[in-house]
Nanobody
């Protein structure tokens, strides 16, 4: 079982940047795709970005394309989310998870394909 711990959240002004990290325990992390999700108050958890186990494939929700970038370092058991040009609507708790259902390297945006959720890290963007 992979255990995930997110970090890097905080308070930032609109237009600013943050880099989130998600560190995994266990030696099997590199065998999973990984994803970032977020949940704003009163809303359902939604997909933000995903990356395949080899980093060959990435996928983003439309409203973060060109602003967010997902990457991973399997040697460090860590996946990152670089967030630039932040907007107030990006305010949420951000979670990472591993993609438990393998589609031959295709990144899934379906929350039901993910598991081993971390505890989340809060991102607040002020206007």
């Amino acid at each position: 079982q992979v255990q995930l711990v997110e970090s890097g959240g905080g308070l930032v002004q609109a237009g600013g940047s943050l880099r989130l990290s998600c560190t995994a325990s266990g030696r099997t992390f590199s065998t999973y795709g990984a994803g970032w999700f977020r949940q704003a108050p009163g809303k359902e958890r939604e997909f933000v970005a995903g990356i395949s186990r080899s980093s060959r494939n990435t996928f983003y929700r439309d409203d973060v394309k060109g602003r967010f970038s997902i990457s991973r370092d399997n040697a460090e058991n860590t996946v990152y989310l670089q967030m630039n040009s932040l907007k107030p609507e990006d305010t949420a708790v951000y979670y990472c998870a591993v993609q438990l259902r393998d589609y031959s390297g295709v990144v899934s945006y379906d929350i039901d394909d993910y598991g081993s959720w971390g505890q989340g890290t809060r991102v607040t963007v002020s206007s």
